[in-house]
C-alpha cells in the first residue's frame, strides 16, 4: 500500500511540478482517491470506499491536483470593500475526509506564513498549473527595468527540473 500511494503521490507531485513540501498533501490526496478507485481484489471491482459504506462513492467533485483554485473572500474579510478583490489565487491539495463540497487549498495571498486552508466555496481551473505559474508571477513582480531574461531561465529551469523530477 505504501508503495502505491508513493507512486501515485510521485505522478500527482511531477505532473503539476510542484516542490517537495507538498509531499504530505500528495499523500493525503492519492490515499483519498485509492479508497474511491475500483480494485479487483474486491469482489465485483467495487472501491474500498464501496465496500466499507455500501454506497457507490460520488466522483463529480473530483478536481485535479495542483491546479488554480480561486477561493472567494467574504464581504466582511476584504480589505478594500469595494474595489478590492472578491477572490484569492490558491493551489488545490485535495480534499476533507467523506465530504464533496470542502477542499483543500494552498494560499498563496495569506503572507508570510503561506498555509493550507479548507474551503467551500471555489473555482478552479484546472487547466493551469498553480505553483509554476504562482513562480513566473513572482518572478515578474521583481524584475527591474523591464528585464525579461531572469523569466526565461525559470521557464527553462521548470523544464528541466520537471524531466528530473522523478
Known amino acids: 500500500m505504501i508503495r502505491t500511494l ?3 503521490a510521485r505522478s500527482m507531485m511531477w ?3 510542484v516542490p517537495k513540501k507538498f509531499w504530505l498533501e500528495a499523500i493525503r490526496t492519492a490515499y483519498y482517491l485509492h479508497r474511491r478507485s475500483p480494485t479487483s ?3 465485483r471491482n467495487r472501491s474500498p470506499y464501496e465496500a466499507l459504506y455500501g454506497t457507490t ?3 463529480g467533485h473530483l478536481r485535479r491536483f495542483g491546479c488554480h483554485a480561486y477561493k472567494h473572500i467574504p464581504p ?4 478594500k470593500k469595494k474595489f478590492g478583490n472578491r477572490s484569492s489565487v490558491c493551489m ?4 476533507v475526509h467523506n465530504t464533496t463540497k470542502v477542499w483543500r487549498l494552498w494560499d498563496f495571498n495569506s503572507g508570510k506564513t503561506r498555509c493550507a486552508i479548507v474551503c467551500s466555496s471555489v473555482v478552479f481551473q484546472e487547466e493551469e498549473n498553480a505553483h509554476t505559474n504562482q513562480q513566473k508571477i513572482e ?3 521583481f524584475l527591474d527595468n523591464g528585464d525579461r531574461s531572469l523569466l526565461n531561465g525559470i521557464h527553462e529551469m521548470n523544464e528541466t527540473d520537471q524531466s528530473n523530477h522523478l
Request: charged fraction near 15%; glycine fraction near 4%; charge should be neutral.
Open 57 to 59: 462513492p460520488q466522483i
Open 76 to 79: 466582511a474579510q476584504r480589505s
Open 92 to 95: 488545490m491539495l485535495g480534499y
Open 139 to 141: 518572478a515578474i513582480e
Open 6 to 8: 508513493n507512486t501515485k
Open 41 to 43: 481484489s474486491l469482489s
Open 15 to 17: 505532473d503539476v511540478n
